[in-house]
Nanobody
Framework: QLQASGGGLVQAGGSLRLSCAAS????????IGWFRQVPGREREFVAS????????AYTDSVKGRFTISRDNAKNTVILQLNSLKPEDTAVYYC????????????????????WGQGTLVTVSS
């Protein structure tokens, strides 16, 4: 089970820190991803982190502004959002894909096995 939190309202240029907490004892067997969705549009990939945290992937529009990290001891993944823009406004979802023993990132919605409930990020101009 995944629980996303940390969303809110922020001005353009501001920052937010999203957290994704997972239950269970096998967190380190999962690749974690963050996606976002705007009403009327498809859910889109934002970032992904491999099981150990060694491999990261980002969509081009967030490179240099967002950072994904994880703490396997705490079953938590963090998405740090900096230099936010109004176009970053969306509901953000965390997801987990069982990839053990592979060390890889995943970009497709269909690649993930479990999803959190989403947290809303609103960036005002």
């Amino acid at each position: 089970q995944l629980q996303a939190s940390g969303g809110g309202l922020v001005q353009a240029g501001g920052s937010l820190r999203l957290s994704c907490a997972a239950s269970g004892r096998t967190f380190s067997r999962y690749t974690i991803g963050w996606f976002r969705q705007v009403p009327g549009r498809e859910r889109e990939f934002v970032a992904s982190l491999s099981r150990s945290g060694r491999i990261r992937a980002y969509t081009d529009s967030v490179k240099g502004r967002f950072t994904i990290s994880r703490d396997n001891a705490k079953n938590t993944v963090i998405l740090q959002l900096n230099s936010l823009k109004p176009e970053d406004t969306a509901v953000y979802y965390c997801a987990a894909a069982l990839t053990y023993p592979r060390e890889e990132t995943m970009r497709g919605v269909g690649d993930y096995d479990y999803w959190g409930q989403g947290t809303l990020v609103t960036v005002s101009s």
